[in-house]
Structure formats: structure tokens, C-alpha cells
């Protein structure tokens, strides 16, 4: 299985600051044949279901803002919120899909600082 | 609207068996595939199961895999999950997602339920 890690556990930012999410998957998650990394984001809000903000690592959904970005290949991905705004406060998971079964990170806790 | 609406959660003892449903709504579900992903509450997600547009195609996490059964209903647009021999650490809160592509191999999973409980216990 591809085991997904997170990092900071959670993080504290100011209002307009920048915030930044680690995921690092134990295997790459790049598949040569068309150089696509298999790779989402989730935001989830308490009493909220996830809903997906990123896929193929980097692009957006519908509606997604554009101050949310990915980056990252291979193994090691960030999750960038520009400008913090108070409704950015939220869990957040990465989740690879290049195999089965397919797992998520454990969750980062982004809030206000 | 697009919607999916999960029932059939509640409290089960442990080795019953108990069916989940999902409802979908607003999308053309036919084109989908759709899984079952779990959530114990406070904690991290585990997909569960996951199956193609056309029910040809069919996954399951090795913690499930022989007492879950994943299946589809297309004509009256639905997703179900018997579950059997339930466990404690079964316990969680069972979404219903919609893939963002036809088979379940490679999913992004763009649309969610709110959800339905399930308590195993004795």
C-alpha cells in the first residue's frame, strides 16, 4: 500500500499570510506514460463532508479559488493557500489514486492565527 | 441539484450484517463509477470500495475485502454496500462518492454525501 504523510499536523496563519501543506507519498505516484501525478487535495469542514479542491496534483475544480494552488511530482507535493481567508479554516488531506487500495493522508489542521 | 443521500446506517452488533444505500441525484449517475469511503469520527479517511460505471469493475480495501459487498443499481440511479460479520473497528461514518471518471481504478472523488452512521457493538 502507499502509505501518505502529512506535515505540520497543523498550522496557525494570519489572515492574507500564506499557508503551506507537505504530502509525501512512501512510493511515487507519477505515471510515465503521461506524466500525470495521481494526486488530490480535500478540504474538509467540521460537520462537512470532504470536498475536493485539487486533482492530478495541481489542477483546480470548479469554483476552487484561485489563491488554492498544488505543485509537486514523484513523491513529495504542497498544497498552498496564498492569502488565508476565515473561511480557509478547515482540515485538509492529500489522497493518491495510482493504485489500490487508495489512501489518504492523515490531515492537516489549518487556523487562524 | 446533484446530490448523493446515504441511508441504512445505525447501531449493529458485531458479526450481523447490515446494507447501506446511497440515492443520486442531479448528475447522470450511469456514467460514474462510485465508492464507499469511511470516516471514524475525529479521524483520518479509508476508502472502502469502489465500482465502475457498469458494475464490470469492482475494488475493495483488504480490511473489508470478503465481508463487503459493493454493488449498483442503474436505473434507479443508486449505490449500495452490504456489509457482513461487522466488527467493531467497522464503526465509522460511511460516505457515498461520486468518481470523476467511468472506472474506479484512478479515482478523484468530486461529490460526497453527508453520510450515514454505522455503530457496531455489542
Known amino acids: 500500500d502507499i502509505v501518505m504523510t502529512q506535515s505540520p499536523d497543523s498550522l496557525a496563519v494570519s489572515l492574507g499570510e500564506r499557508a503551506t501543506i507537505n504530502c509525501k507519498s512512501s512510493?511515487?505516484?507519477?505515471?510515465?506514460?503521461?506524466?500525470?501525478?495521481?494526486l488530490a487535495w480535500y478540504q474538509q469542514k467540521p460537520g462537512q463532508p470532504p470536498k475536493l479542491l485539487l486533482s492530478?496534483?495541481?489542477t483546480r475544480e470548479s469554483g476552487v479559488p484561485d489563491r488554492v494552488s498544488g505543485s509537486g511530482s514523484g513523491t513529495d507535493f504542497t498544497l498552498t493557500i496564498s492569502s488565508l481567508q476565515a473561511e480557509d479554516v478547515a482540515l485538509y488531506y492529500c489522497?493518491?489514486?495510482?493504485?489500490?487500495?487508495?489512501?489518504f493522508g492523515p490531515g492537516t489542521k489549518v487556523d487562524i492565527k | 441539484e446533484e446530490q448523493l443521500v446515504e441511508s441504512g446506517g445505525g447501531l449493529v452488533q458485531p458479526g450481523r450484517s447490515l446494507r447501506l444505500s446511497c440515492a443520486a441525484s442531479?448528475?447522470?449517475?450511469?456514467?460514474?463509477?462510485m465508492h464507499w469511503v469511511r470516516q471514524v469520527p475525529g479521524k483520518g479517511l479509508e476508502w472502502v470500495s469502489g465500482?465502475?460505471?457498469?458494475?464490470?469493475?469492482?475494488g475493495y480495501a483488504d480490511s473489508v475485502k470478503g465481508r463487503f459487498t459493493i454493488s449498483r443499481d442503474n436505473a434507479k440511479n443508486s449505490l449500495y454496500v452490504h456489509m457482513s460479520s461487522l466488527r467493531d473497528e467497522d464503526t465509522a461514518l460511511y460516505y457515498c462518492?461520486?468518481?470523476?471518471?467511468?472506472?474506479?481504478?484512478?479515482?478523484?472523488?468530486?461529490?460526497w454525501g453527508q453520510g450515514t452512521m454505522v455503530t457496531v457493538s455489542s
Open positions: 492530478w496534483a495541481s
Open positions: 465500482i465502475s460505471w457498469n458494475s464490470g469493475s469492482i
Open positions: 442531479g448528475f447522470t449517475f450511469d456514467i460514474y463509477a
Open positions: 462518492a461520486k468518481d470523476k471518471r467511468s472506472y474506479y481504478d484512478t479515482p478523484a472523488f468530486d461529490m
Open positions: 489522497q493518491q489514486y495510482y493504485s489500490a487500495p487508495f489512501t
Open positions: 512510493q511515487s505516484v507519477l505515471y510515465n506514460s503521461n506524466n500525470k501525478n495521481y
